[in-house]
């Protein structure tokens, strides 16, 4: 049962998550219906999973909604802003209703909330009264317009009890949509002595006289449809029903046996052409009953439902994804790692073996761990768009509670990004754009007098960049004083007053620890926790942070991250008789040196093919008792926009480096990201080439 | 009688050099021949390296060194005690080279004594009591607090 309360709570998180979209969305367009549908249906499907899982209060909550939305969907009410803006709101009840739903202050919350709800739209039918008088009348015939027949055939997997789910509730669901004759068929009961208690031994044959589409009928069994047998079928588009007499007899030959299903849909076809003539009969009383401009809107909704039917339902459905637990996939990445770890070990072998096919088949293996590898890392990526709908929502609520105008772009979001780096990014980076939209966004008459536009603008941007992915956040607001800034980091002590700093310095100051420039503490920055945690959330990702900023037109943070967190194809270089890992991202070049050269060489910087190198001598940094000066190779790497040149002892081969976490213990040598098992067992520290240059160069 | 009187716990007795040290079972995992160890550099004095244990990569500190005690040559005695260690939100591992892994002791709790509060080398914040066995004075140590604001973090 656990298990599927945490299934349960995975997916009312993906709904949540499209409903928050769909209501931005909705925010922009009140008039796309298409989205008011998808509104209701996610509201209907937390309501019925909702109270599939006991969640009782949420479910009420959500039925609420839907009814709202019901009516909106049908017409009855319009859709205001105001009413979006509450169901925006509602999300924050239903994540409430979601950890806790027995809670009795969230169901009071809750409860009030409710009454906003229909005080709201309330509010909204008295302004049209009339119509609204109207439409009750309307009500009444429109159905009958509308209503088909259908059949449905509902066999459950007999195994449906254990998961939870009571067969009875689907129907009593199913009776709330229309008129529905029932009837359980027994056919599969077994003697008693064979009776498994546990076991659902019955099937359904439904005849449902409904309004409502086939879609909404599915979507009753939505939860059950995968592991149980069911078909729905029209058997009629017509309300045979309002036929007189006609429902009692399909009842009692339908429910008595008297007749099979092929004689009934027989009867209710010949049924058929007496409706033709009710149906136009209606017609006229609609137009003799309803104004003129209630007509339009029927016909209105009759035209939506046609077309949403057709196009909801191919004929064949097919399934081109899977949804994978993460479990699953970390469990896969872990199983991947231990086979390229593996391999390294036969590989070991092997290359210490004369044996041709023994090679042969190492490196076939070893071209297949990449393969491997890949594929598996891939399954993991989701898009950076996941976790945009959460920025815009930030955005919205916070520069309303701040009285700030500021509109929210996302550019490139079809970026991806392995999962486990997007779920730890998405803290960090709200936090920049609270810090946004707190302190660098204006108030819109501050920036009207600075001649900006009254709307300030946060600008996210995702792009790869070779082996990294840049995620810039960009606001057109005050921009950071640096003035400021260096006073401040005065104060604290954390610089000397005569320093003097470069610019980048200068921002490199929002970054430690304690560090916080607003004014005053907010409710929304200035907590103490700052761009310092941002930093180290975005360390712990193996990125990098960068701020730059122009006083008065804005800042722009950049974050560098790497594709992927586990594996990396990396360079063994060997440095005092020690081996290391250099990723092979960085790595551009590799030369050979003489000692002469480096001992030669002025101010570290050395002469290659006409170019000269700044160079780091590994030899020097890493010696400790001894200093191996034998073969020098000098190996170029990217920093930042530079090259920068790294002296090694050897160089021994490519490799596929799984990266095992340091323990925090050795968090402070910032230089490695991590250390990897070797083919023979031991092990060997992979240098952050960025990371490593800066220390030694600072 | 209450519980505290009458609980018996078991400790793991070393030798640092010439002195004798114990810790709770309970926090220590296994115990490693000395090993090969990889060399991170820059890395404090008291950190030897990293090994590879079970395809974990753990640290490795001197425990000597650690606990400021004079730097004992490796014998053929030396081992590495994997020990756990952490408070209750997250446990880490990490390997401490000892001069020598004595016996397993079971010691009742009150016959333990608090630690004296003068004299000797050690960081006496570390210990937390001393209990007698066979005429030899035994320190018991308490792990999580050595490894969680020694030098290891904030050199």
């Known amino acids: 049962m656990e298990d599927f309360h945490k299934l349960f709570y995975e997916e009312a998180g993906d709904l949540i998550n499209s409903l928050e979209e769909n209501l931005m969305l909705l925010e922009e367009d009140l008039s796309n219906t298409e989205v008011v549908n998808e509104v209701f249906r996610i509201m209907h499907s937390l309501k019925g999973s909702g109270a599939m899982f006991g969640y009782d209060n949420l479910s009420h909550f959500t039925h609420e909604l839907e009814t709202l939305y019901d009516k909106v969907r049908s017409k009855t009410i319009p859709l205001t802003t105001h009413i979006v803006n509450l169901t925006i709101n509602s999300i924050d009840h239903i994540n409430a209703f979601l950890k806790e739903d027995d809670n009795e202050d969230i169901i009071n919350k809750g409860k009030a909330f409710l009454q906003q709800i229909e005080l709201s739209s309330s509010k909204d039918d008295k302004t049209e009264v009339n119509e609204k008088s109207n439409l009750t009348d309307n009500d009444k015939i429109k159905p009958q317009l509308n209503k088909k027949l259908y059949l449905i055939q509902f066999e459950p997997n007999p195994d449906i009890l254990n998961d939870g789910t009571n067969p009875l509730y689907l129907l009593d669901e199913l009776s709330d949509l229309g008129d529905a004759i029932i009837k359980t068929n027994y056919k599969n009961l077994p003697q008693i002595e064979d009776l498994d208690v546990d076991k659902c031994y019955f099937k359904w044959e439904i005849i449902l006289s409904s309004t409502e589409s086939r879609t909404t009928i599915e979507d009753v069994f939505i939860f059950v449809a995968d592991d149980s047998h069911l078909e729905i079928e029209i058997i009629s588009e017509k309300d045979v029903f309002s036929v007189a007499d006609v429902e009692d007899k399909i009842k009692d030959l339908f429910l008595n046996n008297k007749q099979s299903i092929k004689g009934i849909k027989k009867l209710i076809k010949l049924y058929e052409a007496d409706v033709v003539e009710a149906e136009e009969i209606n017609d006229e009383v609609v137009v003799s009953v309803g104004k003129e401009d209630t007509l339009p809107l029927i016909q209105e909704a009759k035209q939506e439902t046609t077309p949403r039917s057709n196009v909801k339902i191919p004929e064949a459905i097919k399934i081109d994804t899977v949804k994978v637990s993460s479990k699953k996939l970390d469990s896969l990445i872990n199983l991947v790692s231990e086979f390229v770890t593996t391999q390294a070990r036969l590989h070991n072998i092997a290359s210490s073996n004369k044996s041709v096919e023994l090679n042969a088949l190492s490196e076939d293996f070893q071209l297949l761990s990449r393969q491997f590898r890949d594929v598996a890392f891939e399954m993991r990526l989701i898009p950076v768009h996941t976790m945009v709908v959460k920025f815009k929502r930030l955005v919205r609520d916070l520069s309303k509670s701040l009285g700030k105008k500021v509109q929210f772009i996302a550019e490139g979001t079809e970026t991806e990004l392995d999962k486990n780096i997007i779920s730890s990014l998405s803290d960090p980076i709200m936090h920049i754009i609270r810090n946004s939209i707190d302190h660098g966004i204006e108030s819109p008459d501050k920036r009207l007098n600075s001649g900006k536009a009254e709307t300030g603008t946060i600008k996210l941007k995702a792009e790869y960049s070779g082996a990294y992915i840049l995620i810039s956040i960009e606001d057109d607001g005050a921009g950071i004083d640096q003035e400021i800034i260096t006073k401040k980091a005065i104060e604290k002590n954390l610089i000397e007053e005569s320093a003097k700093l470069s610019k980048d310095e200068v921002y490199n100051l929002l970054l430690l620890p304690g560090f916080s420039t607003s004014k005053k503490v907010t409710d929304v920055s200035g907590r103490g926790v700052g761009m310092d945690v941002v930093k180290r959330n975005i360390d712990d990702l193996r990125g990098e942070v960068n701020i730059n900023s122009e006083k008065g037109s804005g800042t722009k943070i950049t974050i560098k991250l790497p594709l992927t967190l586990s594996i990396i194809d990396g360079l063994l270089v060997g440095v005092n008789n020690s081996k290391y890992i250099l990723p092979l991202t960085s790595v551009l070049k590799i030369y050979k040196v003489s000692n002469a050269e480096i001992e030669n060489a002025y101010k570290n910087i050395i002469d290659i093919e006409g170019i000269q190198y700044p160079f780091i001598n590994l030899t020097d940094k890493f010696a400790d008792a001894h200093k191996d000066k034998s073969v020098n190779h000098f190996i170029t790497v990217n920093y930042h926009d530079k090259i920068v040149g790294l002296i090694v002892n050897e160089l021994y081969s490519e490799y596929q480096a799984v990266l095992k976490p340091i323990d925090k213990l050795l968090k402070h040598t910032e230089m490695f990201s991590g250390a990897s098992i070797l083919g023979d067992g031991k092990v060997a520290m992979v240098i952050d080439t960025n990371k490593l240059i800066t220390h030694f160069t600072n | ?155």
Do not use: W
């Not at chain 2, 060399?39 to 974990?56: C, D, Q």
């Open chain 2, 1 to 155: 009688m209450t519980d505290n009187t009458s609980n018996i716990n078991s400790y793991l007795c070393f030798k640092l050099g010439n002195e004798f040290f114990a810790a709770d079972v309970r926090s220590t995992l296994k115990i490693l021949q000395l090993s090969e160890i990889t060399k991170v550099p820059h890395a404090p004095t008291n950190m030897k390296g990293v090994i590879n244990h079970h395809g974990n990569v753990l640290p490795v500190v001197d425990l000597n060194q650690t606990l400021e005690l004079p730097i004992s040559e490796v014998g053929s005695n030396t081992c590495i005690i994997i020990m756990s260690v952490g408070g209750e939100k997250e446990t880490i591992s990490i390997g401490a080279i000892v001069d020598e892994v004595l016996s397993v002791e079971e010691i009742a709790d009150d016959s333990i004594k608090d630690p004296p509060t003068m004299g000797g080398n050690h960081k006496l914040d570390y210990i937390k009591g001393v209990f007698e066995n066979n005429d030899l004075f035994v320190m018991v140590l308490d792990i999580d607090k050595i490894f969680e604001n020694t030098s290891l973090q904030n050199n």
